[in-house]
T-cell receptor, first 116, second 116 residues
Framework: GAGVSQSPRYKVAKRGQDVALRCDPI?????LFWYQQALGQGPEFLTY????????KSGLPSDRFFAERPEGSVSTLKIQRTQQEDSAVYLC??????????????FGDGTRLSIL | AQTVTQSQPEMSVQEAETVTLSCTYD???????LFWYKQPPSRQMILVIR??????QNATENRFSVNFQKAAKSFSLKISDSQLGDAAMYFC?????????????FGKGTKLSVKP
């Protein structure tokens, strides 16, 4: 597809379960970002990849959050032992990157995660 | 650290009228980018307009224009001839021009309603 694709669109999990959220960026985009958007709030930065390298994970709220992009394309955000406060929309964005700081970020539709 | 503040949680406008959404930000950097994103219920973040801090001329995109006041650190969005399809959450965002990362810092958003 032409845009950023995220799956699943909705995810419901019981507290304590592990979840995995997938992001398929635009082909050729070097930079990939994950954001967390709590209800009624703006998105907050979680982590950043340049190709397969995770260059910044300062926004990950705890060591239960883990992200990877092993081949420099598809990325997975994993949350272990989910808690109710993890309920949010998780947005993925990609851009051409590689120092092209003025390239816009293209966002996916997000995954709405609900922890029961 | 940079912050972005949107002081209007909700705004309402009559169809075909003009509305202005406010945004202020705080930064010690001299070079940066500012953005307005629209987020409809579908959740996908759509770029509305962007402004480079080094440009004095205010950006315009069809019915959308900004009033960028660098000294005051203010970046408001004006929507002219409002349409029903403009109803959405609007987020103001900041991005540093330095480095190769470029994650966005968002405000909390303004919910815009358009009355027919």
């Amino acid at each position: 597809g032409a845009g950023v694709s995220q799956s699943p669109r909705y995810k419901v999990a019981k507290r304590g379960q592990d979840v995995a959220l997938r992001c398929d960026p635009i082909s050729g985009h070097v930079s990939l970002f994950w954001y967390q958007q709590a209800l009624g709030q703006g998105p907050e930065f979680l982590t950043y990849f340049q190709n397969e390298a995770q260059l910044d994970k300062s926004g990950l709220p705890s060591d239960r959050f883990f992200a990877e992009r092993p081949e420099g394309s598809v990325s997975t955000l994993k949350i272990q032992r989910t808690q109710q406060e993890d309920s949010a929309v998780y947005l993925c964005a990609s851009s051409l990157g590689e120092g092209r700081i003025d390239q816009p970020q293209h966002f996916g539709d997000g995954t709405r995660l609900s922890i029961l | 650290a940079q912050t972005v503040t949107q002081s209007q949680p909700e705004m309402s406008v009559q169809e075909a009228e003009t509305v202005t959404l406010s945004c202020t930000y705080d930064t010690s950097e001299s070079d940066y980018y500012l953005f307005w994103y629209k987020q409809p219920p579908s959740r996908q973040m759509i770029l509305v307009i962007r402004q480079e801090a080094y440009k004095q001329q205010n950006a315009t995109e069809n019915r959308f224009s900004v009033n960028f006041q660098k000294a005051a650190k203010s970046f408001s969005l004006k929507i002219s001839d409002s349409q029903l399809g403009d109803a959405a959450m609007y987020f103001c965002a900041y991005r540093s021009a330095w480095g190769s990362q470029g994650n966005l810092i968002f405000g909390k958003g303004t919910k815009l309603s358009v009355k027919p």
